[in-house]
């Protein structure tokens, strides 16, 4: 038998403390085989579903850019057409080996492409509409493997343990001056180039520049992708003890929430939480009624 892994997943949005609309989104996805049967000589009653085990997850977060609520349009667009683009287009990569991981990871950059694509077009003669843009951050699971695909500057984080290790970069001015050499890592959270995109998903003149990264996931782990709205206000360390304290992944993203906006709640705040809580052996496959 294979063995899958139970995952305790949720996620949470909320406008914040100052804004009138929220343009944040976010999805958690189950992957999985399934036959509809409409006739057989088999014992099975009527139309039947037969459900294979869980195969992979998607967790993605994204946060609009934009005026005139552009923003909200362009990280729906985006969510969309990403969910679209993994069922309908791209292969589904359930066993992966290593030979077909370059594959994978250009699918995930094409479904970023599309996005782009398609607020672009989108956007194309509407005066209300120019300058949409979304950050992107997702996570395609093929336990015990996770890719995460990033645009922008909303995070992955994953908590392993005690360590809280950030997974992304921040596609910023400020984060590119730093590796520059012009100004230290201290200054880059207060520098006023810390929330100035230089790649996203449409917007005016940012470029796309879609970063792939692979990781090998633990039993016991915990992964976190959020928009800026939490880390603009909470530093890595009190994210760390938010996921450390929290048992369920429901009651980290309320308290990963509620303590941003304690903190100010200045911007949208979207939280995706994934605790990868144990192994189990998958079940054999079930027939259930079609709906």
């Known amino acids: 038998m294979t063995e899958t892994i139970q995952i305790d997943c949720h996620g949470l949005t909320d406008v914040g ?3 009138d609309a929220n ?3 976010f999805l958690i996805a189950e992957l999985g085989k399934s036959m509809l049967v409409r006739q057989t000589t088999l014992a099975l009653d009527h139309e039947h579903q037969l459900f294979g085990c869980t195969q992979g997850h998607l967790f993605l977060v994204a946060d609009g850019i934009g005026g005139y609520a552009a923003g909200g349009r362009a990280s729906s667009i985006a969510t969309g057409a990403v969910a679209h683009y993994v069922l309908n287009t791209m292969p589904w990569f359930f066993r992966l080996d290593e030979k ?3 594959d994978l990871r250009e699918e995930l950059k094409s479904a970023v492409e599309q996005c782009e694509t398609m607020i672009r077009a989108d956007a194309e003669g509407r005066f209300d509409r120019q300058g949409m843009g979304t950050t992107l951050t997702m996570a395609y699971v093929l336990w015990p493997r996770l890719y995460l695909v990033h645009v922008g500057d909303s995070r992955g984080y994953l908590l ?3 360590e809280l290790r950030r997974l992304t970069r921040d596609h910023t001015v400020a984060q590119e001056l ?5 100004i230290d890592s201290a200054e880059v959270e207060s520098s006023r180039w810390s929330h100035v995109l ?4 449409g917007g005016r003149s940012s470029e796309l520049n879609p970063e792939v990264y692979k990781i090998s996931l633990e039993v016991g782990d915990t992964v976190l992708l959020c928009t800026d709205g939490l880390t603009r206000h909470l530093a890595d360390a009190d994210v760390a003890s938010i996921l450390k304290e929290d048992h369920s992944a429901e009651g980290a993203c ?3 929430i509620e303590a941003a906006n304690r903190a100010g709640g ?3 705040i979207t939280v995706v939480v994934a605790k990868f809580v144990g192994g189990a052996p998958a079940p054999p496959t079930s027939a259930a009624p079609a709906a």
């Open 17 to 19: 403390r100052i804004r």
């Open 23 to 25: 343009e944040d989104q």
């Open 100 to 102: 077909h991981e370059d």
């Open 160 to 162: 392993r343990k005690t």
């Open 178 to 182: 730093m590796e520059a050499g012009a």
């Open 198 to 201: 230089c790649s996203a998903i």
């Open 254 to 256: 309320l308290d990963l």
């Open 266 to 268: 200045s911007d949208n």
